[in-house]
């Protein structure tokens, strides 16, 4: 009789640890780079930066049927800014010019994992954005040709209905680390690429020079896993 009630014991509680969660959510948050990309022709006088500066943040969610294999979609505000500098051939005048875009950004992506504590992990896939908002900062020519009538400008830029693209699509991939803390959280870092692939303006007029937004991210963030 005391050997039958030993052996009845309370359920037991499973702590998910790396080998059994399937489940992540958690936040990031990082730095990026954008190049801008162009045709310029014959517009020599236009000096495109190779890496305008921003930030990045948002949400991050996972599943993994595999402790191998994880399927992550994220909801991120990415900054895609541009940086232009017109210099006025024959003159030192030179009128620079930086236009901060806002997106935001939904990639989905599938990630290959390799390690158990401390893991590798290897990822690709798509992505849909859509451009919220953009602010301008600089100094315009003056129409009089002159430049003590140049002007500092410093405004949030609206959308023209006629030239503007909202609608941002394209790939991504990369790669990052990252280290499992007390079985149910994960901090990591990772270098992830946008490779935009929608033109950021609607054919509004002909022989237009396509423009694009190429995007180098930074970023790190910590997941609970469950």
């Known amino acids: 009789m005391l050997t039958a009630m030993a052996q009845v014991r309370p359920e037991e509680t499973v702590i998910p640890t790396n080998e059994n969660a399937h489940f992540s ?11 801008h990309s162009i045709d310029m022709s014959y517009m020599d006088d236009y000096k495109y930066s190779p890496y305008a500066p921003g930030v990045t943040y948002g949400l991050q969610l996972g599943v993994s049927p595999w402790k191998w294999l994880t399927l992550r979609v994220d909801g991120v505000m990415v900054e895609k800014n541009i940086f232009r500098d017109h210099v006025i051939s024959g003159s ?3 009128y620079p010019d930086t236009t901060d875009n806002l997106y935001v950004n939904v990639p989905m992506v599938l990630m290959l994992n390799v390690g158990k504590t401390v893991r590798l992990h290897a990822f690709g896939g798509a992505y849909l954005g859509y451009w919220l908002k953009s602010h301008r900062k ?7 040709g002159s430049p003590e009538y140049d002007t500092d ?13 909202r609608n941002d699509r ?14 149910h959280y994960e901090i990591g870092a990772e270098v992830r690429w946008y490779y935009g692939t929608e033109d950021i303006q609607k054919p509004y007029m002909t022989n237009l020079n396509p423009r694009y937004n190429t995007t180098f991210v930074m970023q790190g963030g910590i997941s609970y896993l469950f």
């Not at 600089?138 to 009089?144: H, I, P, R």
């Not at 394209?170 to 079985?183: D, E, H, N, P, R």
């Open 25 to 35: 959510i958690g936040v990031l948050g990082g730095l990026d780079r954008n190049y």
């Open 170 to 183: 394209g790939f991504t991939w990369g790669a990052g680390l990252s280290v499992i803390l007390k079985k």
């Open 138 to 144: 600089g100094v315009s020519q003056s129409v009089f």
């Open 153 to 165: 400008v410093d405004f949030d830029s609206p959308e023209s209905q006629v030239r503007d693209n």
């Open 92 to 94: 030192n005048a030179s």
